[in-house]
């Protein structure tokens, strides 16, 4: 399984553009990139997923260079109903999801 | 809401105790996961099912641990002689197997086991 690495905690003003990077040197070929969001006492709620380039969603964006060592999870303007922690996973498919290593994420906290 | 649910939400025993835990996936899905999270940690896999077939355990699920899913349907997790080093939050997760492509778990909220 891949491990990702992640910065321990972030902190944003309200409004601001939020980026949030994730290392994963040793990602397979077959591996997707997903970020969840958990609040406390709730489950991880899925963001985004993607392979390769760029994907974008109504929330976020995912950023993935070419040789996918590495993503970026963008949060346009956020607010403080963003202040979370946030995971990146790596995860191989078909059938890969079945172990995925959450690590300790990365706390957001939107100052207002 | 047709979201994964867990049942109970909180649960409070005493040590040596057992409890089970339900877990109800979203329809569809044929996939059903286990995870345990302590306080400050990630999620950990505990273990995970296709349709009824219990396909992989962690290390972390020891033998006072079982998990069932006889229809493929809900699942449930029951822990025996409870310790105090169970007190964690018991998520559940569900996805859908689609061809080739990636499908994200779905999450509930969790049971908050505490022991006493």
């Known amino acids: 399984l891949a491990k990702t690495t992640q910065p321990i905690s972030m902190d944003s003003y309200e409004g601001q553009e939020v980026n949030i990077t994730c290392s994963h040197n040793?990602?397979?070929?077959?591996?997707?990139i997903t970020w969840y969001q958990q609040f406390p006492s709730q489950g991880p709620r899925f963001i985004i997923q993607?392979?390769?380039t760029k994907v974008t969603n109504e929330v976020a964006s995912l950023f993935i260079p070419a040789d996918r060592k590495s993503s970026t999870l963008s949060l346009p303007r956020v607010s403080l109903s963003d202040t979370a922690v946030y995971y990146c996973l790596v995860g191989a498919s078909p059938g890969g999801y079945q172990k995925v290593t959450f690590g300790t994420g990365t706390k957001l906290q939107v100052i207002p | 809401d047709t979201g994964v649910s867990q049942d109970p939400r909180h649960k409070i025993t005493k040590r040596g105790q057992n409890v089970t835990f339900r877990c109800d996936p979203i329809?569809?899905?044929?996939?059903l996961y286990w995870y345990r999270q302590t306080l400050g940690q990630g999620p950990e896999f505990l273990t995970y099912?296709?349709?009824?077939?219990?396909?992989?355990k962690s290390r972390l699920l020891s033998d006072r641990f079982s998990a069932e899913r006889p229809k493929g349907s809900f699942s449930t997790l029951e822990i025996q002689r409870t310790e105090q080093g169970d007190s964690a939050m018991y998520l559940c997760a569900s996805s859908l197997e689609q061809g080739l492509e990636g499908q994200p778990q779905h999450f509930g909220d969790g049971t908050r086991l505490s022991i006493l």
């Open positions: 099912f296709q349709n009824e077939a219990q396909l992989e």
């Open positions: 329809s569809e899905h044929n996939r």
């Open positions: 993607g392979y390769k």
């Open positions: 040793n990602i397979a070929t077959n591996d997707y």
